[in-house]
């Protein structure tokens, strides 16, 4: 079965200090994987994408994430965090195998907080 | 441009009522999602739209829920009976489909917040 985990509920870091949100997924092929960020009342904001080509993708607002395929990870990273970035991130994978569908399977979430 | 809207942005009802939410997309964006999001977890596939036909119902929980997109545009969900159970922001999402859904980003809506009393 298709699933992705994001270990950690919560995620601190000071103001201009590296981030990692971390993301792992089990899927039966390769698969497309997305990173989303929710701010509080307000819809899912997409991020960034890997569907193939080179591992380290770039995505807006300075994020961006590593496909690893031999620990099936996509963790997400930002050189220097901004208090503006504290919000709710989701992964979320598709298996390239599913057909011609487009559905997500979404990991629980996790809340960065960045401090001043 | 303007994005993905959803009406209501709040619904309260009572246990065993009716509902509709509705879901217009993007604008020229062939294909439509439906996700129900409960508190503190991960948005949850409900159902995939290909223009008029859901190309994807796996993900409704029960009979109790529907959806149609008649024209292809705007799309309606519909929960009938009503359970205390239901109670979530229900997200819609749509995407271009150029290059083929498995590829595509799925743009979201701000969601509706169902509550059932």
């Known amino acids: 079965a298709q699933s992705v985990a994001q270990p950690e509920d919560q995620v601190n870091v000071a103001e201009g200090n590296p981030l990692t949100v971390k993301c792992t997924y089990s899927?039966?092929?390769?698969?497309?994987l997305f990173w989303y960020v929710q701010y509080p009342n307000r819809g899912l904001q997409f991020l960034l994408k890997?569907?193939?080509?080179?591992?380290l993708v770039k995505g807006s607002y300075g994020f961006e994430a590593e496909f690893n395929k031999s620990q099936t990870s996509f963790h997400l990273k930002k050189p220097s965090a901004l208090v503006s970035d504290s919000a709710l991130y989701f992964c979320?994978?598709?298996?390239?195998?599913?057909?011609?569908?487009?559905?997500?399977?979404f990991g629980q979430g996790t809340t960065l907080q960045v401090k001043p | 441009g303007a994005g993905v809207s959803q009406t209501p942005s709040n619904k309260v009802t009572e246990k065993g009522k009716y509902v509709e939410l509705r879901c217009d997309p993007i604008?020229?964006?062939?294909?439509l999602y439906w996700y129900r999001q409960s508190l503190g977890q991960g948005p949850e596939f409900l159902i995939y739209?290909?223009?008029?036909?859901?190309?994807?119902d796996s993900g409704l929980p029960n009979d109790r829920f529907f959806a149609v997109r008649p024209e292809g545009s705007v799309s309606t969900l519909k929960i009938q009976r009503t359970e205390r159970g239901d109670s979530a922001v229900y997200l819609c999402?749509?995407?271009?489909?150029?290059?083929?859904?498995?590829?595509?980003?799925?743009?979201f809506g701000p969601g509706t917040r169902l509550t059932v009393l």
């Open positions: 999402a749509s995407s271009l489909t150029v290059a083929g859904p498995s590829t595509d980003t799925q743009y």
């Open positions: 899927v039966s092929g390769n698969p497309y």
């Open positions: 890997y569907i193939t080509g080179d591992n």
């Open positions: 979320a994978v598709r298996d390239r195998r599913s057909g011609n569908t487009g559905k997500l399977i």
């Open positions: 604008s020229g964006h062939t294909a």
């Open positions: 739209f290909q223009g008029t036909g859901a190309a994807d």
